[in-house]
Nanobody
């Protein structure tokens, strides 16, 4: 089993930086890659980034602006979001994915509760 706790959301202005954090726990947490997804109102959920060991994967939506990283000692995964835009406004979720799915940032097995990011223009 894997438990995930996302935090760090909030209200920022366009162009600013925000960093989200995901704390992973559970007996099987070490077996999974950790990814970030988001869902804007009225839209489908998008996969954004995933990290598996030292490999990092990004969707075209955020490549070059967002950076995923991990702190293995703290069992946390962060998502640094630079140059935020109003269209980045969404609920952001961290999730546990199989390592095979990590490159595709798709089909997570466990989900955190989500944290709201609002970017004002």
């Amino acid at each position: 089993d894997v438990q995930l706790q996302a935090s760090g959301g909030g209200l920022v202005q366009a162009g600013e930086t925000l960093t989200l954090s995901c704390a992973a726990s559970g007996s099987n947490s070490g077996d999974y890659a950790i990814g970030w997804f988001r869902q804007a109102p009225g839209k489908e959920r998008d996969g954004l980034a995933c990290i598996s060991y030292s490999s990092k994967y990004y969707s075209a939506l955020v490549r070059g602006r967002f950076t995923i990283s991990s702190d293995n000692a703290k069992n946390t995964v962060s998502l640094q979001m630079n140059s935020l835009r109003p269209e980045d406004t969404a609920v952001y979720y961290c999730a546990a994915l199989t390592r095979r799915n990590c490159p595709f940032i798709y089909e997570a097995d466990y989900w955190g509760q989500g944290t709201l990011v609002t970017v004002s223009s």
